[in-house]
T-cell receptor, first 111, second 114 residues
């Protein structure tokens, strides 16, 4: 049972490049989340989804887009990367009334 | 969205109990209280959650005030492996615009001294 898997684990981008982070869960969870964590800070919610085909904005959605075409996958896209988006990105999944399960994170540096 | 307030840091001695407080004065009736902790260079891990009644599990206990405006995570005997950042969050479980939404604050950094 893999739980929540994030791909890639590390990435370095140049300003203006685009990329997609993939989150996959094998627990049949309805809810999925993308967070970012800057050094010494807590997690901030970027976008989340409460079911296949639905997404909603979190606290810091600007500069990011998401898609949930399949229940088990939640994609986070950066269309034009900026240095301010250098961070560690965590994906999580869960269900109603139950806790979230987190992935190991993606460390993203934008030069 | 309802917010939580936690102290930035706390210290404890090994093998002593630790009480980590959380204030959530704007909590709504459908918000569950969740606690997570994050070890260095890892993703957060679930600790405990509850709605109104006190809760116990193998990791910790959760004491919820009668008015639900505050809660306390209790580690009965702190170990060095309990040194982490502890987050108290609220999650709305009723279907609607905010269903499932979970926002984290900056948490409490717990230091455990040998």
């Amino acid at each position: 049972n893999a739980g929540v898997t994030q791909t890639p684990k590390f990435r370095v981008l140049k300003t203006g490049q685009s990329m997609t982070l993939l989150c996959a869960q094998d627990m049949n969870h309805e809810y999925m989340y993308w967070y970012r964590q800057d050094p010494g800070m807590g997690l901030r919610l970027i976008h989340y989804s409460v079911g296949e085909g639905t997404t909603a904005k979190g606290e810091v959605p600007d500069g990011y887009n998401v898609s949930r075409l399949k229940k088990q996958n939640f994609l986070l896209g950066l269309e034009s990367a900026a240095p301010s988006q250098t961070s560690v990105y965590f994906c999580a999944s869960g269900t109603s009334y139950q806790p979230q399960h987190f992935g190991d994170g993606t460390r993203l540096s934008i030069l | 969205d309802a917010k939580t307030t936690q102290p930035n840091s706390m210290e404890s001695n090994e093998e002593e109990p630790v009480h980590l407080p959380c204030n959530h004065s704007t909590i709504s009736g459908t918000d569950y209280i969740h606690w997570y902790r994050q070890l260095p260079s890892q993703g957060p891990e679930y600790v405990i959650h509850g709605l109104t009644s006190n809760v116990n599990n193998r990791m910790a206990s959760l004491a919820i005030a009668e008015d639900r405006k505050s809660s306390t995570l209790i580690l009965h005997r702190a170990t060095l492996r309990d040194a982490a950042v502890y987050y108290c969050i609220l999650r709305d479980e009723v279907e609607g615009t905010n269903a499932g939404k979970s926002t984290f604050g900056d948490g409490t950094t717990l230091t455990v001294k040998p």
